[in-house]
Nanobody, 124 residues
Framework: QVQLVESGGGLVQAGGSLRLSCAASGGTVSRYSMGWFRQAPGKEREFVAAVSWSIGTTNHADSVKGRFTISRDNAKNTVYLQMNSLKPEDTAVYYC?????????????????WGQGTQVTVSS
């Protein structure tokens, strides 16, 4: 059973940066496709970025492309989400997720394991 713990959220001004971390235990991140999702109040959980376990290909939502970058450190068993040029509309709870699928899904239903989430608030 994989446990995922996110960290790195907080309050930042528009245009600033944050790096989220997702530490895994009970499993190896290199053997899972890993994704980041976010959920703002009153909205559905939406895909942000993912990395596939097999060859490490990445995928980013259009809304964050060019600003956010997902990466994986197999030695530290950790997945990161580097967020630059943050906007107020990026405010949400960010969740890390793990999937046994070879290619990382973009739908939340494709993930079996979830972290508890970390709050990101971007002020204007």
């Amino acid at each position: 059973q994989v446990q995922l713990v996110e960290s790195g959220g907080g309050l930042v001004q528009a245009g600033g940066s944050l790096r989220l971390s997702c530490a895994a235990s009970g499993g190896t991140v290199s053997r899972y496709s890993m994704g980041w999702f976010r959920q703002a109040p009153g909205k559905e959980r939406e895909f942000v970025a993912a990395v596939s376990w097999s060859i490490g290909t990445t995928n980013h939502a259009d809304s964050v492309k060019g600003r956010f970058t997902i990466s994986r450190d197999n030695a530290k068993n950790t997945v990161y989400l580097q967020m630059n040029s943050l906007k107020p509309e990026d405010t949400a709870v960010y969740y890390c997720a793990g999937s046994t699928r070879v290619f990382a899904p973009t739908r939340a239903t494709g993930y079996e394991y979830w972290g508890q989430g970390t709050q990101v608030t971007v002020s204007s």
